[in-house]
């Protein structure tokens, strides 16, 4: 059956806030990031492993929230436009690409920066790509997978209810 616009809203903020989460706090303390000076806070326990926990939980706090309460409903309208009203399951992968670079800058704005003082900004503060890259793409391929495999599994009636958990 295909996902109804609730369905797929429901999986999202499911399979982000479960597998998601439980992905991101086992994966960050091994990302690879370095503070300005060149300090590497990757494989250290140390205070500097708290604020990237922070970081890392904000990132997929706005995948999860920006990605149901604005790419969903994009996603939705656009799928309207086809004939079955449903994508591919690649072109659900490939919707990280765009959501990747918004949660990207949202967390940079939003979380870093959060009164707009782009020049004046502690430098200290700042988003690491590489690290933000490889939790981004590992997260949203793993809970991809998931929701396209063990999920149709796991909840037998998700699939009759157009992807509602309730």
């Keep these: 059956m295909t996902p109804t616009f609730i369905g797929r809203f429901q999986t999202r903020l499911f399979v982000t806030f479960t597998l998601g989460l439980v992905w991101t706090v086992i994966l960050t303390p091994f990302l690879p990031i370095t503070t300005p000076d060149g300090y590497q806070l990757a494989f250290t ?55 990747g670079i918004t949660t990207f800058l949202l967390l940079h704005v939003a979380v870093l920066n959060p009164f707009g003082d782009l020049e004046g900004g502690d430098k200290e503060q700042f988003v690491p790509v590489v690290a933000y890259v490889m939790l981004f793409v590992t997260t949203w391929i793993v809970t991809w997978l998931f929701a396209n495999g063990p999920m149709k599994i796991f909840f037998i009636r998700w699939r009759f209810r157009g992807g509602r958990l309730a």
């Excluded at 990237?52 to 409903?73: D, H, M, Q, R, S």
């Design 45 to 99: 326990i140390d205070d500097g492993l708290d604020d990237v926990y922070k970081l890392t939980l904000a990132a997929l706090a706005i995948t999860g929230i920006f990605g149901a309460l604005v790419w969903e409903p994009i996603y939705h309208l656009l799928m309207q436009f086809r004939w079955e009203k449903d994508w591919p399951a690649i072109f659900n992968l490939g919707q990280m690409i765009p959501e």
